[in-house]
């Protein structure tokens, strides 16, 4: 009976985001890291916000100093000037190994425990919180499944028998274990093969969705940056903050020559995959069906973006664009110029969509919901100047999640 | 030419002697009969050899691991610690032996003392680098989940350092083991001091040296299976 109610108290503590310990803001403030006998500062006078529940991506070169950042947070490393506030309190306040503990925790190395099973890594924190064991055994299953992995199969096994991409995971859940506000994580995905990276970038984005941690996620990969980031901090050789930014405002405007080179030539390419069709403003499009009185039909073209008309079937799904001859009589007739492709979804990344585009030769493709209806149309214009343009709206990265 | 006929003439006279047990003792020879009846003797030098080597093999782990212990928290210390074990390492048994015998006079606790001694050197070394080699990222992670110091070293560092301070523990022993032979210098028994009694008659030096060989070799096989009780992670990685 008891196992039930503390189950349920678990789970209780990672589904609801409105649970009392879900996530807090983290603030960097004027942060700074000097060792003796260096010139220049390790970080220097770092202030960045990050709002909870959101994913900070600390990216630059090596030698910029975002690992001594990250590590300023649960003072692995110890601030010199300045100060780290965690839900507002200053982390310089709290014992390291109390805090340490309520911060999660995820190294590019993994850093299981070899002579530690699978279910007493994931263990490692309650137990020196000093939970009961079937509170604790009842949360391994539960982060175990949380991961993906089968608590019956991975409980007893240890860290040596398992896959690069399955120790990664049970690094994550290890993290996780009592449900810490903020995550520390350096390279998490650093050692894993490509295939697999892309995979439990996107897991880790799912999970995201559901527990909306405050994280602080340090690559060196711009690519995972945009990726992961809510927020990306880039940073620049002497420890200094060169650009604090959403990722489509990062590409889309560049602080310096630094950030510009460093977020590459094809910027406006991946801000593409940033975005999807829903996001940004479509052409309107006149549809009509066939046997409709062609007035009315070019009184709707007047009106839409595009001057050509759309022939769809009766619950709305596009057929083919109309050409002049249709509308040459009294009521629209069936003379396509050319079928409806490519047909674009509004859920497709904009990337894909260009793609498409791109390989059917067309400068414009009908758009459908879910259902198939149609209820716009992508150009080649409309996405160029959804690339230049100012205030696109660009959704959080666990939202992008795929 | 001479030489031969004396050997022929001798091996000649033990194949013609050996049913006469007495005269293969007198001839100080290896003798199984008499090894079979006199077992008996053996009995008490080997339990007091047995003592000795556990219980200095006991108290030298006990001291020199402490030691260890303390010196990977104040690394300072590795450089005194292991010069200072290295020194008293190098001065030869015998000496040591006799050097102590006014000090802590004759008997066990001089024994004991000197094989003491002579573990540190071993055991400090390895469990030294035992912990050193433990991997950087894995003491890092245990920081990073909020262990104290000491519950890093106890909980992470020390089981990870297991099968080098276990191998330190083993030539430790064994070493042990071949010393407490020569414990009989300082006045107490063991097998030793059953060679030196009668250290021309083969039958007995036989004996007791195939026991102090028995003896490392069951101590080595006790340290063995506790390795491999407490380091089952060891056996899963290799399957």
Not at chain 1, 167 to 176: F, I, K, P, T
Not at chain 1, 339 to 358: G, K, N, Q, T, Y
């Amino acid at each position: 009976m008891s196992i039930a109610r503390l189950r349920v108290d678990s789970i209780n503590q990672v589904g609801d985001p409105s649970a009392q310990s879900s996530a807090e803001p983290l603030e960097f403030r004027n942060a700074t890291k000097r060792y003796a006998g260096s010139p220049t500062p390790a970080v220097d006078g770092l202030s960045l916000e990050v709002p909870a529940g959101e994913i900070c991506v600390l990216v630059g070169p090596s030698g910029c100093g975002k690992t001594t950042a990250m590590r300023m947070v649960n003072r692995m490393i110890d601030i010199t000037e300045g100060d780290i506030l965690l839900g507002g309190r200053s982390v310089k306040d709290r014992k390291p190994a109390e805090l340490r503990r309520h911060i999660g925790y995820v190294i590019q190395q993994i850093g299981l425990f070899p002579h530690r099973t699978i279910a007493d890594n994931v263990a490692t924190v309650p137990k020196l919180l000093g939970w009961d064991r079937q509170r604790i055994a009842a949360r391994v299953d539960e982060l175990l499944e949380l991961v993906g992995l089968d608590p019956h199969e991975m409980r007893g096994r240890y860290p040596s028998q398992l896959s690069g991409g399955q120790r990664q995971r049970v690094g994550v859940a290890r993290a996780l274990a009592v449900d810490p506000p903020v995550m520390l994580m350096d390279e998490p995905f650093g050692a894993i093969d490509p295939i697999n990276r892309e995979r439990l970038q996107n897991e880790f984005l799912r999970l995201q969705a559901e527990l909306r941690k405050t994280i602080i996620f340090v690559t060196h990969d711009i690519d995972e940056a945009i990726k992961m980031g809510d927020r990306i901090a880039i940073m620049q050789e002497g420890g200094k903050l060169a650009q604090y930014a959403p990722p489509a405002e990062l590409l889309m405007a560049p602080a310096n020559d630094f950030v510009e080179d460093f977020v590459g030539a094809d910027r406006a390419l991946k801000r593409l995959a940033l975005q999807r069709v829903r996001d940004i403003d479509l052409w309107s499009v006149a549809t009509c069906r066939v046997g409709e009185p062609v007035a009315e039909v070019r009184k709707r073209l007047e009106e839409a973006d595009l001057d050509i008309p759309l022939l769809v079937d009766e619950e709305q799904r596009p057929i083919g664009w109309l050409g002049k001859r249709a509308l040459s009589g009294e009521r629209v007739r069936d003379e396509l110029r050319s079928r409806a492709e490519p047909v674009v979804e509004l859920d497709d990344i904009l990337r894909d969509a260009l793609s498409d585009l791109l390989g059917r030769e067309s400068m414009y493709g009908p758009v459908v919901d879910q259902f198939g209806r149609t209820v716009g149309v992508l150009s080649i214009q409309v996405i160029s100047h959804a690339i230049g343009g100012a205030s696109a709206a660009v959704p959080s990265a666990a939202d992008r999640a795929p | 030419m001479s030489l031969l006929l004396t050997v022929i003439a001798q091996g000649g006279g033990f194949v013609r002697d050996r049913a006469g047990e007495s005269s293969c003792v007198a001839d100080d020879g290896f003798c199984p009969s008499w090894i079979v009846d006199n077992a008996d003797r053996y009995v008490t030098p080997f339990f007091e050899h047995v003592y000795l080597s556990v219980v200095s093999v006991t108290i030298g782990f006990t001291i020199a691991f402490a030691l260890a212990l303390l010196a990977h928290r104040r690394r300072w210390l590795i450089g005194p610690f292991t010069w200072l074990t290295s020194a008293l390492y190098t001065v030869p048994s015998i000496s040591m032996f006799l050097l102590l015998l006014p000090i802590t006079g004759r008997g066990n606790t001089t024994a004991i003392v000197a094989l003491v001694i002579y573990t540190q050197v071993i055991v400090f070394r390895n469990v030294i680098n035992g912990l050193a080699n433990v991997s950087a990222d894995i003491v890092d992670a245990a920081d990073g989940m909020g262990m104290t110091s000491t519950q890093r070293l106890f909980r992470v560092e020390v089981p990870l350092a297991l099968p080098e301070i276990l191998a330190g523990l083993r030539i430790a022993a064994a070493t042990t083991v071949g010393l407490a032979a020569l414990a009989f210098l300082a006045g107490t028994g063991g097998l030793g001091s059953q060679i030196a009694a009668q250290i021309t008659f083969k039958s007995n030096v036989v004996v007791a040296g195939l026991l102090v060989t028995l003896l490392a070799a069951a101590l080595d096989l006790v340290v063995l299976t506790i390795q491999r009780f407490l380091t089952p992670w060891r056996r899963a990685a290799a399957a």
